[in-house]
């Protein structure tokens, strides 16, 4: 019944029970490839959706806000600002926005101090919504047209209280005002952006020609009623960008960058300032470049995957090729065996189609086991969608023309054409016998170039739209095929000197090993180019995974410049600071916008005499130590400040900082100044020496440096009443925890698994086929009396041949490319240009875990084989070769 049964099949399904082990190895690769390349794209995609949401719900204010500001009088302040929240609603079309206006009137002076060069002035204004963003300290919120009320640091600075009532006067008109004053509040958080331009309002003082104190605020529904003209109004938009799609970016800053034009229709007169078009666009940007930089190790892993079923279809090919060779000469023709090739590949890819889509979540919730993954909160998809569908359906028909292809090119010979095949030496692949290699060499080498010219893998296509450049996002992937490919024309050298190494020397195993390659290299190669570029893209993982956690560490000390940086209060000195738990130094500085070279740069002066125990710079930043730098800008240097600078200022004679020029020389230049973005143009100098050029110099912030880099216990003792304490720690956490950033992390896991995976697959079927070609030699041996450590010793001295080869050329490899690619690889990820440079960091320590760990393994196996040999009854071997 069974025989009936298993006649009726199909001869492509009754045919496959006799290579069981190829077609395993088939179906694994296949199944492998497709779950391994649907979690890198369902990963990439989440972990950049997740960073565009993070980004764009912790979006500064001064990035996303839209300003307006517009002189206005009584009679058309309502038209004009129908016409501004009209417009700006209009241009931010879906995105929920909240606009508030504030107008102020101008300048009047306090009765009594109006005369004189430097008068007491003071206005009046009113906010909107002003009474969500502060709390009463005393009194009440004015509701008559009298009444007023003033900020804390106000009231102090011009010694009133609620209740108290002075008089104004008017400076244009002269007129007094008498006002009283009914209560006295305090802004919830004076360092909010929404308040930038409001210095007033914030600190209740202004110093500059002429002092300013208050302002005096007012009923918004009486302002306009008391004045009516020279009033200036000021309009703040801040959009709720939590709901917008990722997809949306790039429609939406269009539609935002006209918010000037749609305003100005109604408001001719009006000025608007918008940043939010060119944030939306960066990040967009960002997001390209982010998915492109995580399709690395899936170009990787697709290159991967392809050799290891192209190896595994040539085995399964070989040892059918005299049954292919009898089909066609019993009248099999071509269509009938390619159909026969393509059933069986189809047979065995298309299972794999829809079961990997499922699996790829599983594996993606097992990497986001790993801590460093989890603490983004990038949560896995739950089930896979369209896509990932069609990404597994895609991959798997490629893998099944893959493996078809072998059986079709092998069926055009006959059975006498076979037979005499048999006896020919191995020859070299296809691609190396058209040196394919070279060429590859060439495409590599132009898509590195690409890469390392550019600040990210996109280009610009037709109409604008940016896209990936497929030539320099596949250049890693380039390099390492075309470095392995190039390392197989060094085996039968490398073959040929082992063999010559161990002729005359006393052993069995090696010197039968090495004649054993020698003959036939071809039978190695394959097996040693899938182990060699396994193991360079775990080492390329390892090292761009170590590269990039390197540069956000590099990133974190150079935005924070020292181990914390504290906004400064009155009464604050060294030993505020200095009594906290682990801090060891405390250095007072000032910063401040000056003007050097017609634009605006960043001018920071602190103590130079502790400054080098503090600055966090990194070495290649400057061919002068911290140390050295401090000592040159201390002091003076005659008329001239001696200051640091960054590049672009090293031209720089002068600055002008307030309404002071100062001459200024350069003693030192460093290619990013600690504290700054990156970047950005910056000067530094010595605070005593600033002090005595006559410029300000209250210190506006404190450095410290604690003990051990260890800044938690002091950044909690700063966490009350300081403003924002910048921590080098907490700065370096958020930027690893970035999901984004993340992304990349995960991707190269999954990437260096998958990789792995396929090393050991490759090697086990590649081993065990190689064993059961030779069962007969095998045999042999054992009637010769060989014993099991023997047979495992020839086995240990052949395969350790393709795995040191393949770990030792794997490895230097990677680091070449890594030198190569991984820099403008992570720069490019940053999506900024002008950062700092980004430095190689090869994890040796783990690249040898590596080796060892995959040594270990690869060893195993070829234990199992040579017990598995050594086992076999000798006469039924020999008897079985005598049969054939």
């Known amino acids: 019944m069974v025989r009936m049964v298993r006649a009726r099949l199909p001869l492509v399904v009754r045919r496959a029970p006799a290579e069981p082990l190829l077609l395993a190895a088939a179906f694994g690769s296949i199944l492998l490839a497709t779950t391994a390349i649907s979690a890198l794209l369902l990963h990439a995609g989440s972990a950049t959706q997740a960073?565009?949401?993070?980004?764009?719900?912790?979006?500064?204010?001064?990035?996303?806000?839209?300003?307006?500001?517009?002189?206005?009088?009584?009679?058309?302040?309502?038209?004009?600002?129908?016409?501004?929240?009209?417009?700006?609603?209009?241009?931010?079309?879906?995105?929920?926005?909240?606009?508030?206006?504030?107008?102020?009137?101008?300048?009047?002076?306090?009765?009594?101090?109006?005369?004189?060069?430097?008068?007491?002035?003071?206005?009046?204004?009113?906010?909107?919504?002003?009474?969500?963003?502060?709390?009463?300290?005393?009194?009440?919120?004015?509701?008559?047209?009298?009444?007023?009320?003033?900020?804390?640091?106000?009231?102090?600075?011009?010694?009133?209280?609620?209740?108290?009532?002075?008089?104004?006067?008017?400076?244009?008109?002269?007129?007094?005002?008498?006002?009283?004053?009914?209560?006295?509040?305090?802004?919830?958080?004076?360092?909010?952006?929404?308040?930038?331009?409001?210095?007033?309002?914030?600190?209740?003082?202004?110093?500059?020609?002429?002092?300013?104190?208050?302002?005096?605020?007012?009923?918004?529904?009486?302002?306009?009623?008391?004045?009516?003209?020279?009033?200036?109004?000021?309009?703040?938009?801040?959009?709720?960008l939590r709901r917008l799609s990722p997809d949306r970016l790039r429609p939406f800053a269009a539609s935002v960058a006209g918010t000037s034009a749609a305003v100005r229709s109604g408001c001719p007169r009006c000025t608007v300032t918008e940043t939010l078009s060119g944030m939306l666009l960066r990040l967009d940007r960002g997001a390209l470049v982010a998915r492109s930089t995580m399709l690395v190790p899936v170009l990787q892993l697709l290159v991967l995957s392809a050799y290891a079923l192209a190896l595994t279809a040539r085995l399964l090919a070989e040892h059918r090729r005299m049954e292919t060779a009898l089909l066609r000469s019993r009248g099999g023709g071509s269509p009938r065996l390619a159909a026969m090739a393509a059933g069986e590949a189809l047979l065995i890819a298309l299972p794999c189609a829809p079961a990997a889509p499922f699996l790829a979540p599983v594996l993606l919730r097992l990497v986001n086991a790993f801590p460093w993954i989890e603490a983004t909160g990038v949560a896995p998809p739950r089930a896979p969608d369209g896509a990932t569908f069609a990404v597994a359906a895609a991959v798997a028909l490629a893998c099944a023309v893959m493996l078809a292809a072998p059986p079709l090119l092998a069926a055009r010979r006959t059975y006498v054409e076979e037979q005499a095949a048999r006896g020919r030496a191995d020859r070299p692949g296809l691609l190396q016998r058209a040196g394919a290699d070279v060429a590859l060499l060439v495409l590599a080498a132009l898509a590195v170039w690409r890469l390392r010219g550019q600040d990210a893998p996109e280009t610009t296509r037709l109409g604008g739209e940016l896209g990936l450049d497929p030539l320099v996002g596949a250049g890693p992937a380039l390099a390492l095929l075309c470095g392995g490919m190039a390392a197989l024309r060094l085996v039968p050298a490398v073959a040929r000197v082992a063999e010559r190494a161990t002729r005359r020397r006393p052993g069995f195993g090696p010197a039968t090993a090495a004649r054993q390659v020698s003959r036939r290299p071809a039978r190695y190669s394959g097996p040693a180019l899938l182990l060699t570029m396994a193991t360079a893209i775990g080492v390329l993982s390892l090292t761009t995974a170590a590269t990039w956690r390197g540069a956000q560490e590099d990133r974190a000390r150079h935005l924070a410049g020292a181990g914390l940086r504290v906004p400064a209060l009155p009464g604050d000195d060294a030993r505020t600071f200095t009594t906290l738990p682990g801090v060891a130094a405390a250095v007072p500085a000032h910063r401040a916008t000056v003007v050097a070279d017609g634009a605006d740069a960043t001018l920071i002066a602190a103590d130079a005499a502790q400054l080098g125990r503090v600055l966090?710079?990194?070495?290649?930043?400057?061919?002068?130590?911290?140390?050295?730098?401090?000592s040159r800008i201390a002091g003076s240097a005659g008329q001239a400040l001696p200051v640091v600078v960054t590049p672009g200022l090293a031209d720089t004679t002068r600055i002008t900082a307030g309404t002071a020029a100062i001459p200024i020389r350069v003693v030192g230049v460093v290619t990013a100044m600690p504290g700054t973005p990156e970047g950005a143009p910056a000067l530094l100098a010595d605070l005593t020496a600033l002090r005595g050029k006559g410029a300000e110099g209250q210190a506006t912030e404190w450095w410290l440096a604690a003990d051990g880099h260890d800044t938690a216990r002091a950044a909690a003792a700063l966490a009350a009443g300081r403003g924002d304490v910048v921590d080098v720690a907490a700065l370096t956490a958020s930027l690893r925890d970035d999901p984004t950033a993340a992304g990349l992390q995960g991707a190269l896991l999954l990437g260096f698994a998958a990789a792995l995976a396929f090393a050991v697959l490759g090697f086990l079927v590649n081993a065990a086929v190689a064993a059961r070609e030779r069962r007969g030699e095998f045999a042999v041996l054992g009637a010769l009396g060989v014993s099991f450590r023997q047979t495992l010793g020839l086995l240990a001295a052949e395969q350790s041949f393709v795995i040191g080869l393949s770990l030792a050329g794997g490895a230097a490899l990677a680091v070449a490319v890594s030198a190569a690619v991984v820099p403008p690889m992570v720069t490019a990820g940053y999506a900024t240009a002008g950062g700092l440079p980004v430095l190689l960091h090869v994890p040796w320590s783990q690249v040898a875990a590596l080796a060892a760990a995959v040594l270990v393994v690869l060893l195993v196996i070829v234990a199992g084989l040579a017990r598995s040999l050594h086992r076999r009854e000798p006469a039924a071997a020999l008897r079985a070769g005598e049969a054939s």
């Open 616 to 630: 966090l710079l990194r070495p290649d930043l400057s061919e002068l130590s911290p140390a050295t730098l401090a």
């Open 51 to 240: 960073g565009v949401r993070r980004a764009l719900e912790t979006a500064p204010l001064a990035s996303t806000a839209t300003v307006v500001t517009s002189s206005v009088t009584a009679g058309d302040f309502a038209r004009i600002d129908r016409a501004v929240r009209a417009g700006i609603a209009h241009a931010h079309e879906e995105v929920p926005v909240r606009v508030t206006v504030r107008v102020e009137s101008a300048s009047y002076a306090l009765k009594g101090q109006d005369r004189g060069d430097q008068p007491v002035l003071t206005r009046f204004a009113a906010y909107e919504g002003l009474d969500g963003q502060a709390d009463l300290v005393s009194g009440r919120w004015p509701t008559e047209k009298t009444a007023v009320a003033l900020s804390e640091p106000a009231a102090r600075a011009m010694g009133v209280s609620a209740g108290d009532e002075f008089t104004v006067v008017g400076r244009l008109d002269g007129e007094p005002v008498r006002v009283h004053v009914t209560g006295v509040f305090r802004l919830r958080d004076p360092d909010d952006p929404r308040w930038k331009g409001e210095d007033l309002l914030r600190y209740g003082t202004r110093t500059g020609d002429f002092t300013s104190r208050g302002p005096l605020v007012v009923p918004e529904g009486a302002f306009l009623g008391r004045f009516g003209t020279g009033v200036s109004a000021r309009w703040l938009a801040e959009p709720d």
